[in-house]
């Protein structure tokens, strides 16, 4: 066991390096891995070839299990331990190629950092809390050579500099938790730069962050490559991310690469099947606009004028503060209404106060000011005994398919819990006629409700979530962000789903999203939510094609597209947006 | 073969009613050292629990005989001999009859004990998760303060309160199993406590509440079923320190008895003076027993641990790039379709504990 030079270590690589020019920064040959699970062998990664080229940004593309994830973690050697891997990943290091596959965990820890280096999803879990940020970017230098402590403190403040933290001299000494999300990020990225790799794989950069932030990381990880000339693999399932900052995209579906091509050729013209399905189901803003005019246009005279089924006015939620403290204001003075049958999206980046305002509605987060109107109750003081009767009138989707069905219940017994709570059958087995109509109205197939829920695929699961929310034909149904967790395709799906039941049964909704495109592929009216205020309320074509708000104006720039061209006027256009501003 | 998976199109694959039992379960999950460690503490649990229950047939002699048929007293202190073969205590009583009712005086105490502890544990720990409020905090307060004892004079406390000092069989067994409750509640409290107001705030017990159904429904229907995961582990672990505690109490002399039931402890506690002038046999038995039966229920309770935890679980290695890719799609979130259509993927989804080689 001598650490040899891992220049010179394997065998298998010198047949390879014949046949390829060295300008790859990093090359993956026929990659397998195998992980070993309760259920036996899963295959991740099924015979992946690719390469990246210097100074280049290749997105690798696919939806939750499509094996993207593993493909470039085995690229820094982070497998767990219950996966075994055949291929090989040569990677151009100061040493020469080596492969990655074949190195011990000692010549793995020369590798990570000063040849590859990573940038996690979750920027607040990827740094540890307890630790001053200057000092964890440090550790990275110190884990490469002596450095004395002056030296290290000086290239962090000049890394943080240069990832856009103002005042680095100052902010090296603050602890992550005193930072923001896109803020955190930036670390996190100066923390993979600051010991200069050649390659850095990014795993969903900026798919924990708000929209706006999204826009500025991406921007900074364009500047990565100019300013420091590293290759980026860039695993995202967002094509907008993939249009607005990949050179060259892979394409990968159950483990297996489909399609390889650069980004304009293949937003242009793609030639796989997948791929093709994959850019059809990226919503795009206007895609909707046309059905909600339609819809208005349909509605009976004096539609207007009807009693609304919700209706909000000086409406301010305040949740209580620990002791001596004041409470967080999540929701302050605000006013809408949704009529029968109208579809309401209320749109906000997180913190915004969204979700509290659909919580309230269902009567799950207490009203503390205002005055909130749901189906003729004042929501106000209203108590929970008084309330439980019109439970009946009202659905409610969650976002999390995995937690929104108990897990000893089966679909069925779960769909037909309204029923029984409200006296309309007996036991699960009385309401099962019903129930096998609801999951049909859902189109899923009746045998669908003897499963249990860990035996439907999330976007099952939220078809069934839809099901059981529309049971009692509630006419007020609250949709919290309910394709958000999901892939896009399966997103389509239930979003063609939501949009035929809210045809056929008519119910009024509240819409709540993170993505415009969301909003405006099922909502009438859309709603934007800013700190807890609304900024902005109207048709959504006239909120998406004229916005009035400053905020509403920058939120729609930050959205990127799924269309490099198109995608890289809008860039600019943020940029003045954002340049006008100040 | 076309049969056969055409039929797994339509039914999705469960797992039979014996490997969904429990401990038969486990086993079948475990490899390697921790099959070991849970086959060893299987079978010392399984000798105790079969002593236990055929005590009477296995005991030569009764807990109290004196002596046997022919009226002759068996005598005191004994060594081993043909008709005593683990010999006779200071007392006069025959060590092997005693050790073998000694598993049923346990074995009892154990059940009663832990029944007793499950029970007001459980129901407390519910009551102040899901509700909350002052409830909760004065419960927890009251834990926290019989944390706060030495379990084991909190049991002699107890056993004092409960017997008054008398010692019939059953009220010996009682005194014991209830002075061990009280010390044990507060541990299953904790646990179910703990699982509740996790559990209080996933999605599906929202979505009984906005649905409208009352809170004792949502209270055992939802949440209590939840939350009963993490019981079995307790329990064994639990069932092994109530014997410690048994013993204890007995090796302090506030267990049970001689004459109205035979327990470890006490016996232990009479053959002190014996270990010092060389009669080993008296204190050894005893205590191995003792040593044995909670080695062996800490085995099952520590592997049950850490085969729960997939983290902590041990699995076979897979031979390299084994597999199908198919399988991952049904992750949540996974792909809506696949190749072939989504019937293909479904059959996958019902567990199968021993796939390991590559599913055709």
């Given at each position: 066991m001598n650490a040899t030079n891992p220049a010179q270590k394997p065998t298998a690589h010198d047949k390879h390096t014949s046949h390829r020019g060295t300008g790859d920064t990093v090359r993956i040959d026929g990659l397998s891995v195998s992980f070993s699970t309760d259920a036996g062998a899963v295959k991740a990664v099924d015979g992946v070839s690719l390469h990246v080229g210097a100074g280049e940004v290749l997105a690798i593309v696919g939806e939750s299990g499509s094996g993207k994830t593993v493909t470039a973690r085995?690229?820094?050697?982070?497998?767990?331990?219950?996966?075994?891997?055949?291929?090989?990943?040569?990677?151009?290091?100061?040493?020469?190629?080596?492969?990655?596959?074949?190195?011990?965990?000692?010549q793995l820890r020369q590798v990570r950092g000063p040849d590859v280096a990573m940038v996690f999803q979750e920027p607040s879990t990827a740094l540890n809390p307890v630790f001053k940020v200057g000092w964890q970017i440090a550790e990275g230098l110190r884990a490469h050579g002596k450095i004395s402590k002056k030296d290290a403190r000086t290239q962090a403040i000049d890394i943080l500099r240069k990832v856009g933290i103002p005042d680095p001299e100052t902010r090296v000494d603050y602890y992550p938790h005193q930072f923001s999300g896109g803020q955190k990020q930036r670390i996190v990225i100066a923390m993979a730069l600051v010991l200069g790799p050649k390659l850095i794989v990014a795993d969903e950069p900026t798919t924990a962050l708000d929209v706006t932030v999204q826009a500025e990381i991406l921007e900074l990880l364009r500047r990565c490559r100019v300013e420091f000339g590293s290759s980026i693999v860039l695993i995202t399932h967002n094509m907008g991310v993939v249009a607005d900052l990949a050179d060259r995209v892979a394409v990968m579906y159950n483990g297996q690469l489909v399609e390889q091509a650069d980004v304009s050729s293949l937003f242009a013209n793609p030639q796989n099947d997948y791929t093709k399905r994959l850019l059809a189901a990226v919503p795009r803003i206007g895609g909707g606009t046309v059905e909600a005019v339609e819809r208005a246009r349909v509605r009976p005279k004096g539609w207007a004028e009807s009693e609304p089924v919700v209706k909000a006015s000086g409406l301010r939620i305040q949740y209580p503060g620990r002791l001596g403290r004041a409470g967080f204001v999540a929701v302050d003075g605000v006013d809408f209404e949704i009529r029968p049958g109208e579809v309401l999206g209320l749109v906000g980046e997180s913190g915004s106060g969204k979700t509290t305002i659909g919580r309230s509605i269902a009567g799950l987060t207490r009203v503390t000011g205002g005055s909130l109107k749901v189906l003729g109750h004042e929501m106000n003081g209203v108590s929970e005994r008084s309330?439980?009767?019109?439970?009946?009138?009202?659905?409610?989707?969650?976002?999390?398919?995995?937690?929104?069905?108990?897990?000893?219940?089966?679909?069925?017994?779960?769909?037909?819990?309204?029923?029984?709570?409200?006296?309309?059958?007996?036991?699960?087995?009385?309401?099962?006629?019903?129930?096998?109509?609801?999951?049909?109205?859902?189109?899923?197939?009746?045998?669908?409700?003897?499963?249990?829920?860990?035996?439907?695929?999330?976007?099952?699961?939220?078809?069934?979530?839809?099901?059981?929310?529309?049971?009692?034909?509630?006419?007020?149904?609250?949709?919290?962000?309910?394709?958000?967790?999901?892939?896009?395709?399966?997103?389509?799906?239930?979003?063609?789903?939501?949009?035929?039941?809210?045809?056929?049964?008519?119910?009024?909704?509240?819409?709540?999203?993170?993505?415009?495109?969301?909003?405006?592929?099922?909502?009438?009216?859309?709603?934007?939510?800013?700190?807890?205020?609304?900024?902005?309320?109207?048709?959504?074509?006239?909120?998406?094609?004229?916005?009035?708000?400053?905020?509403?104006?920058?939120?729609?720039?930050?959205?990127?597209?799924?269309?490099?061209?198109?995608?890289?006027?809008?860039?600019e256009a943020l940029q003045e947006l954002v340049a006008s501003e100040g | 073969m076309a049969t056969t998976s055409a039929m797994a199109l339509v039914v999705p694959r469960k797992r039979s009613l014996l490997e969904r039992l429990p401990i038969v379960h486990?086993?079948?999950?475990?490899?390697?050292?921790?099959?070991?460690?849970?086959?060893?503490?299987?079978?010392?649990?399984?000798?105790?629990?079969?002593?236990?229950?055929?005590?009477?047939?296995?005991?030569?002699?009764?807990?109290?005989?004196?002596?046997?048929?022919?009226?002759?007293?068996?005598?005191?202190?004994?060594?081993?001999?043909?008709?005593?073969?683990?010999?006779?205590?200071?007392?006069?009583?025959?060590?092997?009859?005693?050790?073998?009712?000694?598993?049923?005086?346990?074995?009892?105490?154990?059940?009663?004990?832990?029944?007793?502890?499950?029970?007001?544990?459980?129901?407390?720990?519910?009551?102040?998760?899901?509700?909350?409020?002052?409830?909760?905090?004065?419960?927890?307060?009251?834990?926290?303060?019989?944390?706060?004892?030495?379990?084991?004079?909190?049991?002699?406390?107890?056993?004092?309160?409960?017997?008054?000092?008398?010692?019939?069989?059953?009220?010996?067994?009682?005194?014991?199993?209830?002075?061990?409750?009280?010390?044990?509640?507060?541990?299953?409290?904790?646990?179910?406590?703990?699982?509740?107001?996790?559990?209080?705030?996933?999605?599906?017990?929202?979505?009984?509440?906005?649905?409208?159904?009352?809170?004792?429904?949502?209270?055992?229907?939802?949440?209590?079923?939840?939350?009963?995961?993490?019981?079995?582990?307790?329990?064994?672990?639990?069932?092994?320190?109530?014997?410690?505690?048994?013993?204890?109490?007995?090796?302090?002399?506030?267990?049970?008895?001689?004459?109205?039931?035979?327990?470890?402890?006490?016996?232990?506690?009479?053959?002190?003076?014996?270990?010092?002038?060389?009669?080993?046999?008296?204190?050894?038995?005893?205590?191995?027993?003792?040593?044995?039966?909670?080695?062996?229920?800490?085995?099952?309770?520590?592997?049950?641990?850490?085969?729960?935890?997939?983290?902590?679980?041990?699995?076979?290695?897979?031979?390299?790039?084994?597999?199908?890719?198919?399988?991952?799609?049904?992750?949540?979130?996974?792909?809506?379709?696949?190749?072939?259509?989504?019937?293909?993927?479904?059959?996958?989804?019902?567990?199968?504990?021993?796939g390991i080689e590559v599913r055709e």
């Open positions: 085995t690229i820094l050697g982070l497998l767990p331990e219950t996966a075994t891997s055949s291929g090989a990943v040569f990677l151009n290091t100061d040493r020469g190629e080596v492969d990655v596959v074949t190195l011990t965990n000692k309330f439980r009767g019109s439970r009946d009138q009202l659905g409610f989707v969650f976002q999390d398919p995995a937690s929104s069905f108990n897990p000893l219940l089966t679909i069925a017994q779960c769909v037909a819990e309204p029923f029984i709570v409200h006296g309309r059958a007996s036991n699960a087995a009385d309401a099962r006629a019903a129930v096998d109509e609801l999951l049909e109205a859902v189109q899923l197939p009746k045998s669908f409700g003897d499963r249990y829920p860990h035996e439907l695929s999330g976007g099952q699961r939220q078809r069934a979530s839809l099901a059981r929310a529309i049971a009692l034909k509630p006419p007020l149904l609250i949709a919290d962000e309910p394709t958000s967790a999901l892939d896009v395709s399966v997103q389509q799906r239930v979003l063609e789903v939501f949009a035929d039941l809210q045809r056929d049964f008519g119910f009024a909704c509240l819409f709540i999203s993170h993505d415009l495109a969301v909003v405006d592929i099922v909502a009438d009216r859309i709603a934007v939510m800013h700190l807890g205020r609304l900024v902005e309320e109207g048709a959504g074509e006239q909120v998406l094609e004229a916005p009035q708000d400053a905020y509403t104006r920058r939120l729609l720039a930050s959205l990127p597209v799924p269309d490099p061209i198109e995608q890289a006027k809008r860039r | 486990q086993v079948r999950q475990s490899v390697g050292v921790q099959r070991g460690m849970l086959v060893t503490g299987l079978v010392i649990t399984a000798v105790f629990v079969i002593v236990a229950v055929f005590a009477p047939l296995i005991a030569p002699y009764g807990f109290a005989q004196l002596h046997g048929a022919n009226g002759k007293d068996f005598g005191s202190q004994q060594p081993p001999s043909p008709e005593h073969i683990w010999g006779t205590t200071v007392g006069g009583y025959d060590v092997f009859s005693r050790v073998i009712w000694g598993a049923q005086t346990a074995a009892s105490v154990i059940i009663v004990a832990i029944v007793l502890s499950i029970f007001a544990g459980v129901l407390l720990g519910l009551v102040s998760g899901y509700l909350g409020g002052w409830i909760d905090r004065v419960l927890v307060v009251v834990c926290d303060a019989i944390y706060a004892f030495p379990t084991l004079l909190l049991a002699i406390v107890m056993s004092i309160v409960i017997s008054g000092g008398q010692s019939q069989v059953w009220g010996g067994i009682l005194a014991a199993a209830i002075s061990i409750t009280v010390v044990y509640i507060p541990q299953y409290f904790r646990v179910i406590r703990a699982e509740a107001v996790r559990i209080k705030s996933e999605a599906y017990v929202e979505s009984a509440k906005v649905v409208g159904a009352s809170t004792g429904r949502i209270m055992f229907k939802h949440v209590f079923r939840n939350s009963t995961r993490t019981l079995p582990l307790i329990f064994t672990l639990n069932a092994s320190e109530a014997i410690l505690t048994l013993a204890g109490l007995g090796f302090l002399g506030f267990g049970i008895e001689p004459s109205s039931a035979s327990e470890w402890g006490y016996d232990l506690n009479k053959a002190i003076a014996d270990v010092t002038s060389g009669i080993w046999w008296t204190a050894l038995y005893p205590g191995l027993a003792i040593v044995l039966v909670v080695l062996g229920i800490t085995l099952v309770g520590e592997s049950m641990n850490d085969l729960a935890d997939p983290r902590l679980r041990g699995r076979r290695a897979v031979a390299a790039t084994a597999g199908e890719t198919a399988d991952i799609s049904v992750v949540p979130g996974g792909p809506n379709e696949a190749p072939g259509g989504l019937e293909s993927l479904e059959p996958g989804a019902g567990i199968e504990e021993e």
